[in-house]
């Protein structure tokens, strides 16, 4: 293979280094295998081939992308990855994905601790402890442990199921800005 194609598919292996090594060199063996065929049967120069393949910045954001959105789970790699994404995708991404992937998080992140709180101040009365970080107070009126212990559990249920919701429209985002971007 050519010195100049094996330059791109290196400056594409260097945009995709947030996706893990199997992934990025299973999609480095995709692209290379679509040189070769397209350089044995279409009897194609390197150059045209990148011309054809386009800019490999463009490319990796297309394939980061798709890694990114094929299931709507969460991992701290796949925050990273929308991290990497993120510097490719634009003026529009510049708000967008740090906005939803924030309060994505942060949504999960309450979601999990607001029940914990609730568990925290109901041991507490169990044990004669006050703890009064932890309370439901509406004017001076404070509810009573257990039924706010309740009332933070359904609350820890909205908040993460929130946060699901805008972390998958974190990835139905970056679908759409990746669309198109395969194969010129």
Known sequence: ???CLNEYLNKIDKYLKPMQAGERADIINEIKSEMVDLETQGKLSPEQIIER???PKELAKAYLGDAISKSSSFSFRKLCAVAAF???AGVGGLFVLPVTSVLGVGFMLCGV???I???IKV???VVGIDVPW???QFGTYVLHPIPAFFLAAIL????FAAGMGVWKLTLKYIRVISRGKFHK
């Open 113 to 115: 601790i607001a029940p």
């Open 117 to 119: 709180a609730g568990l």
């Open 156 to 159: 820890g249920v909205l908040l």
């Open 1 to 3: 293979m050519n010195n």
């Open 134 to 136: 932890v309370n439901f």
């Open 123 to 125: 041991l507490g009365y």
């Open 86 to 88: 993120y510097s490719f």
């Open 53 to 55: 393949l386009g800019d």
